[in-house]
């Protein structure tokens, strides 16, 4: 399995505008609602936020990977996105996130939703990774990145 399969290009976001969590995570939603019109964003919202509530999905090293289970979808979707001047996300190590990747998974595919979320942390541990994903400049650039190391 690579992590590239499960990648669209209009999931790529590399210019995040929102400052805060529930804001980042709406902006993160908004293409996957456009592109499968049957989601409920605001449904998609409130999975994200009752799972954030958890515990944060904010890993550290400027880094969050948010994600859910939701029973309408049909198959699982990441959606990577990319915020200049960080976001308080409330992250183990206190400091802004940069990097997003948004995972939600049919409610089904609980053993498939864990391996992503493994091999999006292990790609994420990587120091190289997060600084190309950084420096890229534009989101065709990003889409590179992602696609040559996922």
Known sequence: MRLAEYLRKDFVLDSLA?????????????????VFPDIDAQKALRVLLDRESLGTTGIGDGVAIPHGKMDSLKEIVIVAGRSTGGVDFEALDHKPCRIFFLVLAPEHVAGMHLRILAQISRLLSDESFRGAFLDAPDQEGLWRVLTSHA
Do not use: T
């Open 18 to 34: 929102a400052d805060g969590k529930p804001e980042v995570l709406a902006e993160l939603v908004a293409p996957v609602a456009r």
